[in-house]
Each structure stands twice: as structure tokens, then as C-alpha cells.
């Protein structure tokens, strides 16, 4: 290109930092004068740091000074990788949940592109033999050993069923310096490259779909009567009523059409029997994404949906921000399910911002669940969105019978009622499977000396400390803070301790001395944390192994076991008065999803719910007229709360190390937000959190709580840019929470 004098060039980029503004580059003379697309990564100059940062847009002029403006040192990519539904996506998603953008754009990103400058690794490389292996072929390497005991390694591969051949990855971990010897035995064509997608393609085992029922058909054929256009619908059907079939049969159908579809399900949702399941029936190249893969694997799967490889994605939370050219299909599982909502950084909810992408793109969204939100209930009373029912289960079964077990003057064992015992009892002997729920891990909520009342409370939380028993250890849940457990008082050193209360690990202890020829397992956090562990219990449960059940809510979805034939709820009565506004819509949702989970073969189901409040009104409602009535009951009660769906709350957390420094911010806050007319507007605070201390910090918090989420906004978009500018700012942590899923 020839020399010219052209005029000067300036871009707007987000710049991943937590300033809420972007900041302008001079484009350099080199770049010629090709256009410069929005949303492409750029490497600049960022304080001392050179930062990976996105272009938003080019623009003629700029406010910076010519002496402090700075010239973009590479553009590393020739298009958009995120895609242009995406980065509107991100734009709107950083405005509406008062987000720096450069922050953002980065939490959507996958991990690897946001610090490797090449968007085009050789990702996947894999080695194989090129034809099965000889004797001869053997003894013509026996003078170079490297390359034998490397030929060896992709040969035992090959016996194993591993047809894919070994990686580098895999390469590393059984041997060294084995580049040379792969090159030359590349050379001598013993060996051949691949490069294996990061595809789960579909089985050849394909199962056929069942004959699918007349509610079934109907939500088919009414969603698909709009297949082509957007709209919202919830997919309203109890558990094992075969919604899964539903969203198959859509899927099949957006397929065929050659398009792309998204499943987003629940954090400890994505077992590998769902993936199995639509792998087995559909005939698409499935990826997966979730937060145990590696940030290569992550990005393969990323790069093989963004290049239309994939057609079918099925991933968690931040899946959302996968880009598929051609998607033509949202489906959201278990919709009410709070890991949707990224709980800290940029704090947005996957479900809403996958209606927005859907409404953007024009193309339908499923949002499936035997328990809707009170969210998506409310926006089907007022008709923004569809209701589909599947009121019947696929199996014919009738549904449980719930019952309530009053735990008053009851003699308890570890917690579980006498009544209990021995239906747990009767069930084991018809050869029936028992599950057990119970939202507390760990063998004791605490421990207390029997002689002066001291209890295992935590230096740094206004919380006591869980007491494992099996690691003899205490810990807090709240902070991670661990301690061996005491043998003797701290206050008077008697060593007479009691554990206080029953966790899973106390219940499961019991039950097993109790039932001594019934194996006992315990599914939560602690027991499943090493690899493998999970499948392995829930292939135990499955097959019924294990008798006994008993688990956190992380069994409560997504699994089905077929010889449950009783389910018991044992911890009710915290979640009936608690300080959190949606406990009561939680505890609803758990003993509805779990009663689906008793009598689904051939045996009929029971539920039993352990209460000292039998009479509570919630648990009357749910009994009595079911899960819809509860939420119709629940939205009445939240309306005149003030609280949300009908109104919209923003929570502006604070909190600090110095007791005082976390009030002072948020009443500069408080008083900032008054400069200016909070029209419909009402503001709490700062009032403390409802656990006020924790790991070492004070926490307090502002409530905003408004109808129109249109005067939140425009507050909040004048208001928080100014929170750091605060003179208390400086000595304290602050994050702004638009929509909350929890006001802790
Ligand atoms: P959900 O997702 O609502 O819990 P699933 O789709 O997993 O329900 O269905 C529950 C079970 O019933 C599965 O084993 C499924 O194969 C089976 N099923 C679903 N629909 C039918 C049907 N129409 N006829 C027979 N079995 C069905
Ligand atoms: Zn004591
Ligand atoms: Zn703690």
C-alpha cells in the first residue's frame, strides 16, 4: 500500500478491568485501511501490563489527549470470534447487571483465548498406528528403543479400544522426550497424525422413542407449530412425566432443519445419562461443557459449536455464551434451578440472558420443569410465555402419597422418628430402595461441652463449625476454615463433648448399625469428591446395591432410580422460617421433585416429610392441592412483600475488615443515591446481612426494590460508577447485584 498521509484511527476497547467505561486506542498506520470489526481481541498497552482487550467499535474522534493516547499493539484476530449475537448479548448483559464490560466480555470468553494469542491451535492431535502391527514391524525398531517403547504405547492404546490414538496430553503422562522418536516413526508412516474433534458423535446402540403420549404429542406439535419464530415455553410436567422425550423429539425436529440447539442444564445436573441419552437417540455431534474439563477441552468444544462441527451443545451455566451460527433451538432443563445464577463477578442469570438470546435470534426457548420459578409462572399468568402440561407419568404410576411425620415429644434417633424407622424397615423388606434427604453435610452442625454450654463456633463467621467425624476434623462452611477436632472444652477443658444435631454423615453412620445387612450410601459433596466417586455411587444406587440412600439436594435432580420406592425429607423446618424469600419456594421445589423420585418402576411410592409445624400453612397447601396452588399462594405472598417477580430488587453488598468501614460506604452510598429523585424507588438500608460476620469480614447491605425496572436502571447507571469514587471506597469490598438470587 502506498505511503499516505490518512487520517488518524481510534478504536473503543473493553479492556478487562473493573472500570465501567472503555477505553480509546489509536488504531496504528500499519493496519492500512481495513475495517476493524467490532468484538475482535486486540493486544494493548494497559498501565505497565499489556492486556488482551475487545474492540466495541471504531470511532472518528476521541476526548483522550494525543500525548496520553496509546496505539493498539496487535490485532490478533480477522473476525469476531464470539459472533454478533453474542457480543449484543454481552453489551446488554454488562448494561443491565451494572458490570464493567471489559470484565464481562472476559467471563465469556473460554479461558484459552483469553491469554493465547493463536485462535487456531492444533488442538486435538492425535497419533494412531497406521495399520495393525507385525512381527517384523516390531523387529525392525528393536535397534531404536525410544521409538519401540513408543510404537508400544500407541499399540496398547489401539487394544484398549482407545481407536483414537493418544495425545500429547496422554503422551506426557506415560512417557518423556518422546517428540523424536514420534517424528521418525511419522516418517517411517508406521505412525499417522488425526485430529479428533471434541465431539461425542452419536451411538450406533440408538434406541427408538417410545410411543409417546397425547400430552406429549400436543406440547410437540404446539411448540413446533412455531419452530420458527421466538417464544417462550414452559414445559410444566412432573417428574417422569418424559419431558426429556419432549425436548428429543424438538430436537429431531430443529435437526433436520440443520440446525444448532443448545441445552443448558443444572451444575450438578449434567450426568452422563442425560448426555447418554442424546447421544443414543439423535443423530448429531454432541459437545459438552461443563467446569470439570480443562481449559483446552473447553475451548475444543467452544471452537467445534463456534464452526457449526457440533450441533448440539449441552453444557452449564456459562454455556450461555456459546456461539452456534445456526442456532435454532434454547432448552433449558430444570429451569428454577438456582445454579443458573452466577453467584459472584459478573453476577448474571443464564436462564434470562437465554431468552434474550433466543428473543434476539428469533428462535424458540424451552424452559423445562416439574417446578417452575415463580418467575416463569408468573410471566405464563400474564401471558408473555406458553404453558405446556404433562400432568401424567410416562409409566402410568400414580404419584406417591405424601405424608407429614410430626416430630413433636417424639423420641427421635439422630433426628429420624421412630414412625420412620420402621417404614424405613418395611420398605427394605418388600425389597423396596430408601431415600433420604437431609441439606446438611458433614456428622454434627456442632459440638457443645455438656458441662458449660461452650460451642465449636468459627474465629472468623458468625457461624459454628461442622464436625466430620470420619476426618475427625471441624469445618466451617461458610469460610473453608478447618481445625482438628477438640477432645477437650476450650472454656473448661472437661472432655465431656456432645455432637449437636445430625448431618448426612451421622445419619448415614446410624442407619448402617441399624440395617446391618442393607448397604448404607451417602451421596454429597464430601463423599463424592474424588473422581469417579459419584458414578460409582450412583451406579450402585442404580443397579440397588445400595439399599439406603441418603444425600444433600445434589440427589435430588436429574437421576432416576428406579427401585426407590421411599423418599423422607428430613430437614423441613429450617427452610419454613427462614430469613432467605425464597426458601419456602425452594423447600416446595425439593419435596415436589423428590416425591417424583419414589415408586417409578413397578412399586408404588410413598414420601414422608419430618416437621415439627404440621399445620404450617405451606406445607398444608402442598400436600393438599399440589405444587401450582403452593406457587399461586407464594407469588400472592411476594407480591404484597414487595419482593420479586412483580417487583425487581438490586442489592449492593458491602463488606469489610475494620467493623465500621462497610456501614460508612453504603451511608455515602445511601446519601448519594438520595441526591437525585429515587422515583418508585424504595431504599433499605444499610442494614447488616443476615449472617453479619464472615471469614474475617463484616458484611452489610443496601436494598433497592422497585416495579419498574426501568427507574432501578436509570439510578443504577448514574449511581454505581460512582460508588468507587466514594471516600470509604477505598477500604472496603463492593459488588451490585441486579435480580438476586439471595439476599445473604
Ligand atoms: P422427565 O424428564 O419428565 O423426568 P423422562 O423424559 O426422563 O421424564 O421420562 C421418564 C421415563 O419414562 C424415561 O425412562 C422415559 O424413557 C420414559 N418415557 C417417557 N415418555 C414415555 C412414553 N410416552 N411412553 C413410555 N415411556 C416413556
Ligand atoms: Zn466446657
Ligand atoms: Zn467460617
Not at 503422562?173 to 516413526?185: D, F, G, S, V
Not at 412399586?603 to 403452593?630: A, C, M, N, R
Request: glycine share 6%; aromatic share 6%.
Amino acid at each position: 500500500m502506498p505511503a499516505q498521509i490518512s487520517r488518524p484511527r481510534f478504536v473503543k476497547i473493553a479492556v478487562p478491568c473493573p472500570l465501567y467505561k472503555m477505553f480509546d486506542y489509536r488504531l496504528p498506520a500499519t493496519f492500512g485501511d481495513h475495517t476493524i470489526q467490532p468484538g475482535v481481541r486486540v493486544r494493548v498497552p494497559f498501565g505497565r501490563q499489556k492486556l488482551i482487550g475487545i474492540v466495541i467499535e471504531e470511532v472518528s474522534t476521541t476526548d483522550v489527549p494525543a500525548n496520553k493516547l496509546k496505539s493498539i499493539s496487535d490485532v490478533l484476530d480477522s473476525h469476531n470470534l464470539l459472533g454478533d449475537d453474542i457480543l449484543k448479548l454481552l453489551l446488554w448483559a454488562a448494561r443491565y447487571y451494572v458490570h464493567p464490560l471489559g470484565d464481562a466480555l472476559q467471563t465469556a470468553l473460554p479461558v484459552y483465548l483469553r491469554s493465547n494469542d493463536d485462535a487456531t491451535p492444533s488442538l486435538n492431535e492425535h497419533w494412531r498406528l497406521t495399520q495393525p502391527t507385525t512381527e517384523e514391524t516390531q523387529q525392525s525398531l528393536k535397534r531404536a528403543p525410544k521409538q519401540l517403547r513408543l510404537y508400544q504405547l500407541l499399540q496398547a492404546a489401539a487394544k484398549n479400544g482407545t481407536e483414537s490414538g493418544l495425545d500429547a496430553d496422554a503422551l506426557n503422562t506415560r512417557t518423556e522426550n518422546w517428540r523424536a522418536p514420534l517424528k521418525a516413526l511419522l516418517e517411517k508412516q508406521l505412525i499417522e497424525s488425526f485430529v479428533r474433534p471434541a465431539l461425542l458423535t452419536p451411538q450406533n446402540d440408538s434406541q427408538q422413542a417410545p410411543a409417546l403420549n397425547d400430552e406429549q404429542i400436543e406440547a410437540i406439535k404446539n411448540i413446533e407449530a412455531h419452530r420458527q419464530q421466538h417464544a417462550v415455553h414452559v414445559v410444566n410436567g412432573i417428574t417422569g412425566s418424559g419431558k426429556t422425550e419432549v425436548y428429543l423429539a424438538l430436537c429431531e425436529a430443529m435437526l433436520a432443519d440443520g440446525k444448532q440447539i443448545l441445552v443448558l442444564v443444572p451444575e450438578i445436573g449434567l450426568t452422563p445419562q442425560l448426555t447418554q441419552r442424546f447421544l443414543q437417540r439423535l443423530n448429531a455431534n454432541v459437545v459438552v461443557l461443563h467446569s470439570a474439563m480443562n481449559d483446552k477441552q473447553r475451548y475444543a468444544a467452544w471452537h467445534a459449536a463456534a464452526n457449526k462441527q457440533a450441533q448440539l451443545v449441552i453444557g452449564t451455566r456459562s454455556s450461555i455464551f456459546t456461539p452456534l451460527p445456526d442456532l435454532g433451538l434454547i432448552i433449558i432443563d430444570e429451569e428454577h434451578d438456582g445454579s443458573y445464577k452466577q453467584q459472584d463477578g459478573f453476577r448474571y442469570n443464564a436462564r434470562d440472558l437465554a431468552i434474550l438470546r433466543a428473543k434476539n435470534k428469533n428462535i424458540p426457548i424451552v424452559l423445562g420443569s416439574a417446578t417452575p420459578s415463580l418467575e416463569s409462572l408468573n410471566n405464563v399468568n400474564e401471558q408473555r410465555y406458553h404453558a405446556h402440561f404433562l400432568r401424567k407419568r410416562a409409566n402410568k404410576k400414580p404419584l406417591p402419597k405424601i405424608q407429614l411425620i410430626n416430630l413433636c415429644s417424639q423420641k427421635l434417633y439422630e433426628g429420624l422418628a421412630d414412625g420412620l424407622l420402621a417404614k424405613i424397615k418395611q420398605h427394605l423388606e418388600q425389597q423396596g430402595q430408601v431415600l433420604l434427604f437431609i441439606n446438611r453435610r458433614g456428622f454434627a452442625p456442632l459440638l457443645m461441652c455438656h458441662d458449660c454450654g461452650w460451642t465449636t463456633n468459627c474465629q472468623r463467621c458468625d457461624a459454628h463449625m461442622t464436625f466430620h467425624k470420619r476426618r475427625n476434623q471441624l469445618h466451617c462452611h461458610h469460610c473453608g476454615s478447618q481445625r482438628p477436632a477438640p477432645e477437650n472444652c476450650d472454656e473448661c477443658g472437661s472432655d465431656n463433648i456432645l455432637a449437636i444435631g445430625a448431618g448426612t454423615e451421622r445419619i448415614e453412620h446410624f442407619l448402617q448399625e441399624r440395617f446391618p445387612e442393607t448397604q448404607v450410601s451417602r451421596i454429597d459433596r464430601d463423599s463424592t469428591r474424588n473422581k469417579g466417586a459419584l458414578q460409582d455411587k450412583l451406579e450402585k444406587a442404580h443397579s440397588g446395591e445400595s439399599g439406603i440412600l441418603v444425600g444433600t439436594q445434589m440427589l435430588a435432580k436429574g437421576h432416576d432410580f428406579p427401585n426407590i420406592t421411599l423418599v423422607c425429607v428430613l430437614d423441613t423446618d429450617q427452610a419454613l422460617f427462614s430469613a432467605d424469600f425464597r426458601a419456602a419456594e425452594h423447600l416446595a421445589q425439593l419435596i415436589t421433585q423428590v416425591s417424583g423420585r419414589a415408586g417409578r418402576a413397578e412399586k408404588p411410592g410413598e414420601v414422608l416429610i419430618q416437621t415439627h409445624h404440621p399445620d404450617h400453612p405451606l406445607l398444608q397447601t402442598l400436600l393438599h392441592s399440589g405444587y401450582p396452588t403452593f406457587a399461586k399462594a407464594a407469588l400472592q405472598e411476594r407480591t404484597a412483600a414487595g419482593l420479586p417477580p412483580i417487583h425487581h430488587l438490586v442489592l449492593l453488598r458491602c463488606e469489610s475488615v475494620d467493623a465500621s468501614a462497610a456501614p460508612t460506604f453504603l451511608q455515602q452510598a445511601a446519601d448519594l443515591a438520595k441526591q437525585i429523585e429515587l422515583k418508585d424507588i424504595d431504599l433499605f438500608g444499610p442494614i447488616p446481612a443476615p449472617m453479619e460476620r464472615r471469614a474475617g469480614r463484616y458484611r452489610h447491605q443496601i436494598m433497592l426494590q422497585s416495579k419498574q425496572r426501568k427507574n432501578l436502571h436509570r439510578l443504577l447507571n448514574w449511581w454505581v460508577p460512582q460508588l468507587q469514587q466514594l471516600p470509604a471506597a477505598r477500604k472496603v469490598r463492593w459488588s451490585i447485584d441486579v435480580d438476586p438470587y439471595d439476599t445473604f
